[in-house]
């Protein structure tokens, strides 16, 4: 048997997993995909995906399918927390279209995974696992095996770390440190536009930002559904005291924003809540026949909300890399890593600014409204070409790049 006969193997069928997994089926490669969970099946709240994330999904032939479940927002706003006052506003229907020749969407998690899940299922090299946590892998130079939690094992040309932001291939590669707690908790409603009070709803990506919290609604299910995160920075963490991101930190904080946000407030479920983790991105995605993608390689924070758009990214750019050095997976996944690297520390960088900015106080506070008040929509739409605007799928079939590079 060839290396080649082998398949390649995928760590996790989230939204990089699932993406990855398409890429390489619509070019012919045989595909196993290891997910630990019995299910797949995505927490339920939305997303946003920008116009880089429509072009992926030309590529993957699933523009449509995505386009029928997201809902096109108005424009992207940033209000102060306490006035209302428009800080920023980005203009997200029409000119956003014509500017990058995609849209902007919200659009519900699980319907973005089911289009990419289905879509799997309807490449016939592409195989799904579910209940098959990875545990360890070895690499011998000409294969790879992959092993799971209940000891199976799968003999692979290839692995793929797509496990997220706790994965266990970059652990066992030992490539970057553990993520980190911000001191930050997230809470998310997610609820019917009918139980919203009159005046709540509005066709924006809005963010009311505030010192150290913000929150943040968008509608999905074109206008069925109403999405809405809280986010803030624990005092209580910071303290090491008990009660550290509880719904009584939460009310405490917010006691003061602005009346229409404490509305929204109200809806957002109190039962569950995220840490928000950040780890620095990994300096090293690949080693030998096993590489990472999205939340295992850079797990980023949702300032730019771009974590899942940049985990498509790499699993189009990946599967573009493998099919042009096919006999040479080490090659590939150095190629891959070299060119998706900069972009991918960009988006990473360029969200911890954000976060920043979302949550300034004093005479930063200040600074924002001068820096961004200031600018027309034109220029909002501009300072993001970088990366919206689509990119040229050549480069990947062009000379390898310099080590150096
Ligand atoms: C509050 C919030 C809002 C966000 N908003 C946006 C947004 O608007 N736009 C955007 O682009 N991004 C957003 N993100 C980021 C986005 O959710 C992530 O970046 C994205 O889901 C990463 O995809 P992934 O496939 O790399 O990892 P994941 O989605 O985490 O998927 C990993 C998969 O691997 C499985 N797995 C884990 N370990 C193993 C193992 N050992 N073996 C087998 N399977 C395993 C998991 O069960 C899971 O299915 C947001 C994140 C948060 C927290």
Known sequence: MKDTDHPVVIAGA???????????????????????????????????????????????????QVLKAGTFPDAGLMRDMFTGETISHLPM?????????????????????????????????????????????????????????????????????????????????????????????????LIERTALPDGLFENVVCLWAGPGFHLMHYPVRGHELFNIVAVFRSSRFARNEEGAGSPAELKEIFANAHPQVRKYLEFVNLEQHWDVAVMEPAQRWSQGRVTLLGDA??????????????????????????????????????????????????????????????????????LRRDMLGGRTGQQALESLAWLYEAPDFSQASERPLAASA
Not at 21 to 27: D, H, N, P, T
Request: proline letters at 4%.
């Open 93 to 189: 229907g029409a000119p956003m279209r014509q500017r990058y020749g995609q849209p902007y969407t919200v659009i519900h998690r699980a319907d973005l995974h089911d289009a990419l899940l289905h879509s799997c299922e309807e490449c016939s090299t592409v195989t799904l696992v579910t209940g098959a946590r990875v545990e360890n892998y070895e690499d011998d130079g000409q294969h790879v095996v992959v092993t799971t939690a209940d000891g199976r094992s799968y003999q692979a040309q290839a692995l793929i770390g797509a496990d997220g932001v706790w994965s266990a291939v970059r652990n066992r590669m030992g490539c970057a440190p553990a993520p980190q707690s911000l001191g930050f908790t997230a809470y998310r409603g």
């Open 14 to 64: 989230g939204i990089g997993g699932l993406a990855t997994a398409r890429a390489l089926g619509l070019k012919g490669f045989n595909v196993v995909v290891l997910e630990q969970a019995d299910e797949i099946k995505p927490i339920g709240y939305g997303i946003q995906l920008g116009p880089n994330a429509y072009h992926m999904f030309e590529r993957l032939r699933i523009a449509e």
């Open 297 to 366: 390689a850079h797990a980023m924070l949702q300032a730019l909300a771009q974590g899942a758009c940049q985990s498509i990214e790499d699993g189009v750019w990946l599967a573009e890399m493998l099919d042009v050095h096919r006999n040479a997976p080490p090659l590939a996944f150095s190629q891959y890593e070299r060119f998706r690297k900069p972009r991918a520390f960009r988006a990473h960088f360029q969200s911890r600014l954000y976060w920043e900015i979302y949550h300034a106080q004093g005479g930063y506070a200040e």
